[in-house]
C-alpha cells in the first residue's frame, strides 16, 4: 500500500467515525427533544431524563 | 428520585405457616433493578414487565424497561405506531451489548415509550439478539456487560425493569448479573416448574461466582390462573408453595381475553380496562415488588 493509499484509507476511516458520532449525537438531542416534547412525561422525570441526555451528551462534540 | 424499591424477604421462609401466604409481608426495600425470568415461555414476562412498567409510570414513578427479548414484543408495544418501521435502522440493546469499543454511552440506545405507557423509557430489542450468543462468546467478563451499561443511567429511574426471553442464555445471566431483584411469572404446569428450578440454578451460579452474591429473588406468581382447575393442577400450586414458601406471592393473574384484546389495541390492561381482575392482580403484583 502506498502513502498515498494509507493516507486515503485513514482520512476515510476519520469521515466515518465522524459520521458515526454525528448520527449518535443527533439521536440523543432528537431523544431530549422527544422527552421534552411528550406531555406524557412529567416534569420531574423529564427534568431528571434530559440531564442524562445531556450527561451523555457532553463528551460527544462534533469531532 | 424517589427510594430505591427492591425487597428483601426478612420472613425466615421455613417459618411460614401457609405456603400460599403473600411474599408481601416482612419485606424491606433496598433495591430497584428488576428482571422477570422464567426458562418456559408463555408465562407472562412481558405482559407483567409491561403492566409493572404502566402502574409505576402512571404513579409518576420514572420507569425503564429493557428488552432482552429477540421476540421485542415488549418493544412493539412500547413504541406503538413505530412498530412496523425498520427495526434494522434502530439503535438498540443488541448494539449496546455488542459494542467492542466500550465508547457507547446506553443513554443513545433510548426511546420514548408511546403515551399509554407515561414516564416511560426503552433501551429496544430486535431480532438481532437472536445471535449475540455468537458474537458475545469471544468477550472476556461477557456476564457483566449490562451490568456496566446501566451503572450511569441507573440512578435516573425509580424502577428498572428487564424483560427476557423463555432461555438461560448470556442475555438472562447478564440480566440476573445487572439485577438487583427477579421475579418468576409461572403457569401450572410442570413444565413451568422445571423453568422456575432452572432459574434458581443459574441465579445461586451468579451469586456462589461474585458477579453478584446481593441477587434476591423477590417472588414467583400464577398467571393464566382459572378458578375451575383440575384438583390435579391445584395440587401443582401447593407443591409450589411448599417448595417456595413465602417466596410464592398470593397473586394469581387469572386467564382472560382481556390482556389480548388490550395488546390489540396498543394499551396496558390497567389502562384498557383498570378495573378487570387481570388489571388488579397486575396492580397487586406491581405493590408487592415495585418501589
Known amino acids: 500500500m502506498s502513502n498515498e493509499d494509507l493516507r486515503r484509507e485513514i482520512l476515510n476511516e476519520r469521515d466515518a467515525l465522524r459520521a458515526e458520532n454525528e448520527a449518535l449525537r443527533k439521536a440523543l438531542e432528537l431523544c431530549r427533544f422527544s422527552i421534552k416534547n411528550e406531555n406524557h412525561v412529567s416534569g420531574d422525570v423529564a427534568k431528571n431524563w434530559i440531564e442524562m441526555i445531556d450527561a451523555a451528551l457532553a463528551p460527544m462534540e462534533p469531532i | 428520585m424517589a427510594e430505591s424499591g427492591l425487597w428483601v424477604v426478612t420472613t425466615a421462609i421455613n417459618q411460614c405457616q401457609n405456603p400460599l401466604s403473600p411474599l408481601t409481608k416482612g419485606l424491606t426495600r433496598v433495591g430497584k433493578v428488576i428482571a422477570f425470568t422464567n426458562e418456559k415461555g408463555g408465562v407472562g414476562k412481558t405482559t407483567s414487565v409491561l403492566e409493572c412498567a404502566y402502574q409505576a409510570g402512571s404513579r ?122 427477579y421475579v418468576v411469572p409461572t403457569d401450572l404446569s410442570k413444565y413451568s416448574q422445571k423453568g422456575i428450578r432452572t432459574v434458581q440454578t443459574v441465579a445461586d451460579m451468579i451469586r456462589s461466582s461474585g458477579n453478584n452474591p446481593d441477587l434476591v429473588m423477590l417472588g414467583i406468581f400464577v398467571s393464566g390462573y382459572h378458578k375451575g382447575i383440575a384438583r390435579s393442577v391445584r395440587a401443582l400450586l401447593v407443591e409450589l408453595g411448599v417448595e417456595y414458601g413465602a417466596r410464592l406471592l398470593s397473586v394469581r393473574v387469572p386467564h382472560s381475553v382481556t390482556v389480548t384484546e388490550s395488546q390489540s389495541l396498543g394499551q396496558p390492561v390497567g389502562r384498557f380496562a383498570p378495573e378487570s381482575p387481570v388489571a388488579q392482580s397486575y396492580k397487586a403484583l406491581f405493590e408487592a415488588v415495585g418501589p
Open chain 2, 60 to 181: 409518576g414513578k420514572s420507569v425503564l424497561v429493557i428488552d432482552l427479548d429477540a421476540q421485542a414484543n415488549a418493544t412493539r408495544m412500547l413504541l406503538g405506531g413505530m412498530a412496523n418501521e425498520d427495526e434494522s435502522r434502530r439503535l438498540g440493546v443488541f448494539d449496546l451489548l455488542t459494542d467492542a469499543t466500550g465508547q457507547m454511552h446506553a443513554a443513545t440506545t433510548l426511546l420514548p415509550a408511546v403515551a399509554a405507557w407515561p414516564n416511560t423509557l426503552l433501551v429496544p430489542a430486535d431480532a438481532r439478539l437472536g445471535t449475540i450468543d455468537a458474537h458475545l462468546a469471544p468477550r472476556l467478563n461477557r456476564e457483566g456487560i449490562l451490568r456496566r451499561l446501566l451503572a450511569p443511567l441507573r440512578d435516573r429511574f425509580d424502577l428498572v425493569l428487564i424483560d427476557l426471553a423463555p432461555a438461560m442464555t448470556v442475555l438472562t445471566v447478564n440480566a440476573l448479573v445487572a439485577a438487583d431483584a
